[in-house]
């Protein structure tokens, strides 16, 4: 094995060892993350400092730094802020499709797609604000851009 002295003195093994020993302290990785919306579930993380929701997960909380938090499952309820049209898809994708912001309930903002209610052809600016949940799941199966296939949530309007 190769050692190496890097920045205050850690050998590499030295902070590989760290890194090991912290990864059993991550409650909720992004590939579970991404199993539990296949399953429906919407998971985050609860920060046991401010309190606050950090979603899709990071390893430490979007919202004061600290890195100790636990895993909590959302309501996967909450309001649409914004949105728009894709007509001319990206490479990988198939237009048209919605992609949204979310304001869930419980704090964070979450990206998805929108999708319409029965009835409702086309998206118009007087959906934003309106309640929505999340009704499954969107797999974008990767092209030469991204790395392998990934879920996101698609909210449904619950309202007229
Ligand atoms: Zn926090």
Redesign the pocket.
Known sequence: MIVMMVAGGKEQEEIEKELAMAEEYIPLTYAEYEEGLSRGKLLGLR?L????ITCHPMPV?Q????RTMERVELSGEGELLTFTVIRVAPEGFEAPYIPCLVRAIEGPILIGRLELAQGDKEASQALIGKRVKMSGTYTHEGDKFSGGAHLCPVFKIMER
């Open positions: 920060c400092s401010c309190g606050k909380c919202w004061c730094g600290s």
